[in-house]
């Protein structure tokens, strides 16, 4: 085996320099969203997001398989080069199967996307959204992070031109989907040159070796996607492609909630995973505590900004053709806090190497979501499906602990920093709210005035209630400054 291990590089370094380059991604795909929502009405910028919604779902088994792809390549032994080179036969075998059904039932994919050429655009994307993907999955399996946020950051950097170029030419929706699948093929090329491994006939050993992992992981992947569009799917099913614009709205408001979350789920897995096989269990505690301690750092305060300026927030930012986004609001970013304290429990389960563990959670929550989405949306409307999602989203993150739990002994599972976080988010919106009482938010200006209130509020309260934190930062920063001096070195 060559390159690092997953247990060599720095976490922490790895996160603050992965979530910088997510924060860069957000603040590029959110102009995006911003421009493309006004150049397009609710019902195409709804409608390319249902189509890109199913293809999301649909790759997900082949993203079970880069998750165990991941798994192996951060283990101390295993073929990166054949492991590769099975994700890349999988990948083709998906693409043909998936064009096929598409083109068989396309009349059915227009009618829920509204989209013309859904059935060309589905083949496509499918293939290319799935390459890319699992180029990231399996460089993160090396445990450099930020090296695969690097290069999924250029891939948001080559979409939002390929895709808006195409739109002013009047291509519409299609497009949007045309400028994805570009910029995805370059990006995934660039990232197996970044790993650094030539492909190379798979064994039968390497084949069974991901199949042991992949069968489970696979199932369990895409049970999790269709957890986390299952209000998607629904709205698409029961209501127009201009309500499920109004929720893309509120999801792309709610981003910022998961960088963190995201960028720390993303290295987990392969670290604990290389930590298990050399044994040390002290360091798995301490790392998920700290993964648990820092997911909900920005979503937290969004949860209680979102309560504060919901309607002002989607309004100023995305036009009035989106007011009805409001409603969704504080509930996704809700939503959003559950799940990603969800993932760092059953990312730790995975790289405990029990993905049928994993699987059972997230068919279960499934099942619940879909249920009770049916079931709430007759009773509440639109906004039903998101309360569903949260109540479902709250028993996932009660099984991850009792699952992990049951693998890992003495694990805090709510650290203090999560309590003080609660606190200092508390007391910004009584800030935040009160101050919107007074001077209500009529322009760009004002709502930005708001957010720096609520964001200088949430920090100072945070520095001066917590020591934890304090050290965090402090921790931070001394990686920071060692990797400068080993890099100038």
Do not use: C
Not at 130 to 149: D, K, Q, Y
Request: proline share 3%; aromatic share 8%; net charge neutral.
């Amino acid at each position: 085996m060559s390159g690092p291990e997953a247990s060599d590089v720095r976490f922490g370094l790895e996160v603050s320099s992965g979530f910088l380059i997510r924060l860069v991604m957000s603040g590029v795909g959110f102009i995006g969203t911003i421009i493309f929502a006004r150049l397009l009405d609710p019902s195409l910028f709804g409608g390319y997001y249902l189509l890109l919604s199913i293809v999301l779902i649909t790759v997900q088994p082949i993203q079970g398989f880069a998750t165990a792809a991941k798994k192996r390549f951060s283990e101390t032994d295993g073929s990166r080069q054949e492991i590769l080179a099975a994700q890349l036969v999988a990948i083709s075998l998906l693409g043909a199967v998936g064009a096929i059904v598409a083109f068989t039932f396309q009349s059915s994919l227009v009618d829920y996307s509204g989209v013309e050429e859904a059935a060309l655009l589905f083949s496509m994307l499918l293939v290319t959204v799935s390459f890319v993907e699992s180029v990231m999955t399996v460089i993160e399996g090396t445990g450099r992070v930020s090296v695969s946020n690097l290069v999924d950051l250029l891939g948001s950097l080559l979409t939002f031109p390929f895709q808006l170029g195409l739109v002013l030419l009047g291509f519409g929706a299609s497009g949007m989907a045309f400028g994805l699948a570009i910029s995805s093929t370059i990006t995934g090329i660039v990232g197996i040159v970044v790993l650094g491994v030539t492909p190379r006939v798979p064994s039968k050993a390497t084949i069974d070796s991901i199949w042991e992992f992949g069968r489970f992981s696979a199932i369990s992947r895409l049970a999790s996607k269709v957890l986390a569009r299952t209000d998607m799917v629904l709205l698409g099913l029961f209501f127009t492609p201009a309500i499920a614009g109004y929720y893309e709205v509120a999801w792309k408001l709610s981003v910022p909630a998961t960088l963190i979350g995201v960028v720390v789920g993303n290295g987990l897995m392969a670290r604990v995973s290389n930590l298990q096989s050399k044994g040390n269990v002290e360091r798995i505690r301490i790392d998920l505590k700290n993964a648990l301690s820092v997911t909900g750092l920005f979503a937290i305060p969004m949860f209680f900004g979102a309560l504060a300026l919901k309607g002002e927030l989607a309004v100023t930012v995305y036009g009035s053709g989106y007011r009805g986004a409001a409603e969704f609001l504080a509930w996704i970013v809700l939503y959003q806090l559950l799940r990603k304290q969800a993932d760092q429990l059953l990312n730790t389960v995975h790289g405990l190497d029990r993905p049928d563990a994993t699987l059972f959670v997230d068919v279960s929550t499934l099942v619940l979501n879909i249920a009770l989405g049916v079931g709430l949306l007759s009773v509440f409307g639109p906004v039903g499906v998101v309360y569903a999602s949260v109540i479902a989203e709250t028993l996932r993150l009660v099984g991850g602990v009792v699952v992990v739990r049951r693998l890992v002994s003495n694990l805090v599972l709510f650290p203090r920093a999560i309590g003080e976080q609660i606190v200092a988010g508390v007391l910004m919106f009584v800030a935040v709210e009160g101050i919107n009482r007074m001077v209500p938010v009529r322009s760009w200006v004002d709502l930005t005035l708001l957010l720096l209130v609520g964001g200088v509020t949430y920090g100072t309260v945070l520095v001066l209630l917590s020591d934890s934190h304090r050290t965090i930062a402090s921790s931070v920063y001394e990686q920071f400054r060692d990797a400068v001096v080993d890099y100038r070195g």
